[in-house]
């Protein structure tokens, strides 16, 4: 297994721990920034459209929250447990990693779910907390946006797997939030351009995606409408039954 030193540096694990402690500047954009990066380091040149680091950092924090005895609790994927959701992320992060660098091969050329929703076992959290950092790091270049990649075994534009790769991040992050029973703020960013990203599917659902979409207001809250347009219940909560694929 990669060590997350050495994509980052030795220093990188007490960094990330001190990240929330670290302040420059005055307001939330400076915060933003420190925090930014304290967990994924300097990275201020030369990025991709989409930055993953956001959506990232979010499931980052969720991952100590995670205790033994709620592995087995159900999420708002229908028929997922926490500890398939896990898996699911576990897979993903590798599988859009290898999409990035333009490593084609077994990772890419399968769908990691081929067999159904892995469940997360032994050292998940320290594996995903490696997985997370080392997936916005393949995404941050330039190049890792051009040309195109291969996920699940379909050949597509480099820039539609990353915004496909954004989805995964913040959906199931918010998916494994509220299996938690916490809190989930989406940034604005993130939320703006998956907003345009659900838009380009079926509301009938697409199989092996989304569910059907759920009924909201008209002024429903925009990250609540773009939960809503991929099957998922914005107001669920961990006592009810899932409702989204």
């Known amino acids: 297994?990669?060590?997350?030193?050495?994509?980052?540096?030795?220093?990188?694990?007490?960094?990330?721990?001190?990240?929330?402690?670290?302040?420059?500047?005055e307001g939330r954009e400076a915060e933003h920034s420190a925090e930014?990066?304290?967990r994924h380091g300097d990275l201020t040149t030369g990025h991709g459209p989409i930055d993953l680091a956001?959506?990232?950092?979010?499931?980052?924090?969720?991952?100590?929250?995670?205790e033994e005895d709620r592995l087995d609790d159900p999420t708002p994927c229908r028929g997922r447990t926490v500890r398939e959701l896990l898996g699911h992320l576990?897979?993903?992060?590798l599988a859009f990693r290898a999409a990035a660098e333009k490593d084609l091969g077994p990772l890419t050329d399968t769908s990691p779910d081929g067999d159904g929703w892995p469940q997360a076992t032994g050292d998940w959290p320290e594996r995903l907390a490696e997985r997370l950092p080392a997936l916005v790091t393949a995404w941050y270049p330039e190049d890792a946006w051009r040309g195109?990649?291969?996920?699940?075994?379909?050949d597509l534009p480099a820039e539609a797997a990353g915004v496909v790769a954004l989805g995964e991040l913040v959906?199931?992050?918010?998916d494994l939030a509220r299996a938690l029973g916490q809190?989930?703020?989406?940034?604005?960013?993130?939320?703006?351009l998956l907003g345009i990203y659900v838009e380009g599917f079926d509301p009938a659902g697409t199989p092996g995606m989304f569910a059907p979409a759920v009924d909201v207001a008209a002024d429903a809250e925009p990250f609540d409408a773009?939960?809503?347009?991929?099957?998922?219940d914005p107001a669920w909560e961990r006592v009810a039954a899932g409702q989204a694929s």
């Open 1 to 25: 297994m990669e060590r997350t030193s050495e994509r980052h540096g030795d220093d990188y694990d007490a960094r990330l721990r001190a990240a929330d402690d670290v302040q420059h500047g």
């Open 148 to 154: 195109s990649t291969r996920a699940g075994g379909l």
């Open 90 to 93: 576990l897979g993903l992060t």
């Open 226 to 232: 773009v939960l809503a347009r991929t099957g998922r």
């Open 183 to 192: 809190p989930y703020d989406c940034d604005e960013e993130s939320t703006r």
């Open 171 to 174: 959906l199931h992050g918010w």
């Open 36 to 38: 930014h990066d304290a």
């Open 54 to 66: 956001p959506a990232a950092d979010r499931l980052m924090r969720l991952i100590p929250l995670v």
